[in-house]
């Protein structure tokens, strides 16, 4: 049964840091493309970075870029999110997904998701 668990959120000021895990179970993630992702309130779900471990790719969004960074850990089977330098404008629920082929821009696209963890950005 594949799972994705996703975990790290919380409360943090604007220039913190906080670091999300995204644990797969049922699949070894170095198979699939794993991607984060994002929903605001009133706002639609948007990919934050994606890491496919089978062809070294990396994709960051454009207002995340130089701030997050996307890892995978083969032993622990988890890709990270390392987010540093956080903005208010980064709140939101933070989703990881797999897809079985490579990293795509499109949520619908994505075969299997974690439940969200709420990161929450003080000013």
């Known amino acids: 049964d594949v799972q994705l668990q996703a975990s790290g959120g919380g409360l943090v000021q604007t220039g913190g840091s906080l670091r999300l895990s995204c644990a797969a179970s049922?699949?070894?993630?170095?198979?699939?493309?794993i991607g984060w992702f994002r929903q605001a309130p009133g706002k639609e779900r948007e990919i934050v970075a994606c890491?496919?471990?089978?062809?070294?790719?990396?994709y960051y969004a454009g207002s995340v870029k130089g701030r997050f960074t996307i890892s995978g850990d083969n032993a622990e089977n988890t890709v990270h999110l390392q987010m540093n330098n956080l903005k208010p404008e980064d709140t939101a629920v933070y989703y990881c997904?797999?897809?079985?082929?490579?990293?795509?821009?499109?949520?619908?696209?994505?075969?299997?998701w974690g439940q969200g963890t709420l990161v929450t950005v003080s000013s």
């Open positions: 997904a797999a897809h079985a082929v490579f990293c795509t821009l499109a949520p619908l696209e994505y075969h299997y």
């Open positions: 890491f496919s471990d089978s062809d070294r790719t990396q």
């Open positions: 049922g699949f070894t993630f170095d198979d699939y493309a």
